[in-house]
T-cell receptor, first 114, second 115 residues
Framework: NAGVTQTPKFQVLKTGQSMTLQCAQDMNHEYMSWYRQDPGMGLRLIHYSVGAGITDQGEVPNGYNVSRSTTEDFPLRLLSAAPSQTSVYFC?????????????FGQGTRLTVV | AQSVTQLDSHVSVSEGTPVLLRCNYSSSYSPSLFWYVQHPNKGLQLLLKYTSAATLVKGINGFEAEFKKSETSFHLTKPSAHMSDAAEYFCVVSDPTDSSYKLIFGSGTRLLVRP
């Protein structure tokens, strides 16, 4: 069982370039989200979606865009990469709502912006 | 607003000795609480989660956590450390009434296990 799949695993971008980080899940989860992980700061929520066609901003949304056309896919777009976006990005999915809903995470994408 | 504080950024233990990773939370509601583990260059894996059924929660790989409401703590323990336990551990809180289902992560504790 695949779970949550992220591509690519590694990426180097030049400042100003754009790219899309892909995320797909095969568990039929309503809820999907993107986090970034920076040293000493844990993970911070970028954007999330509670279902196809519905997205909203998290804690650190600036410079990122998302869409959710299907239940399975939730791509994250960097519009114009900046060195401050150098980070490790994680996609997560879960059943929406309820107490103690476990989130399932992808393997992460390590992004470097030079 | 909810928050979570992991009291130690690094913990070093010898193999076979007990592990204690400390976590305090702040929440206006009865929170959801989790511990996740991240091995080097890997994604995050759920160790255990708090349900209101019991204050002592058992997880995978011999880990446990005790929910203490009076102390707003959810410390993670293991009786005997193994080399494979070396990883980063995150205490996570979530407000079950928040429609964003946002997870609030602590800053992480890196566990080092000495042979």
């Amino acid at each position: 069982n695949a779970g949550v799949t992220q591509t690519p695993k590694f990426q180097v971008l030049k400042t100003g370039q754009s790219m899309t980080l892909q995320c797909a899940q095969d568990m039929n989860h309503e809820y999907m989200s993107w986090y970034r992980q920076d040293p000493g700061m844990g993970l911070r929520l970028i954007h999330y979606s509670v279902g196809a066609g519905i997205t909203d901003q998290g804690e650190v949304p600036n410079g990122y865009n998302v869409s959710r056309s299907t239940t399975e896919d939730f791509p994250l777009r960097l519009l114009s990469a900046a060195p401050s976006q150098t980070s490790v990005y994680f996609c997560a999915s879960s059943y929406a709502g309820g107490y103690n809903t476990e989130a399932f995470f992808g393997q992460g994408t390590r992004l470097t912006v030079v | 607003a909810q928050s979570v504080t992991q009291l130690d950024s690094h913990v070093s233990v010898s193999e076979g000795t007990p592990v204690l990773l400390r976590c305090n939370y702040s929440s206006s509601y009865s929170p959801s609480l989790f511990w996740y583990v991240q091995h080097p260059n890997k994604g995050l894996q759920l160790l255990l989660k708090y349900t209101s059924a019991a204050t002592l929660v058992k997880g995978i790989n011999g880990f446990e956590a005790e929910f203490k409401k009076s102390e707003t703590s959810f410390h993670l323990t293991k009786p005997s450390a193994h080399m494979s336990d070396a990883a980063e551990y995150f205490c996570v809180v979530s407000d079950p009434t928040d429609s964003s289902y946002k997870l609030i992560f602590g800053s992480g504790t890196r566990l080092l296990v000495r042979p």
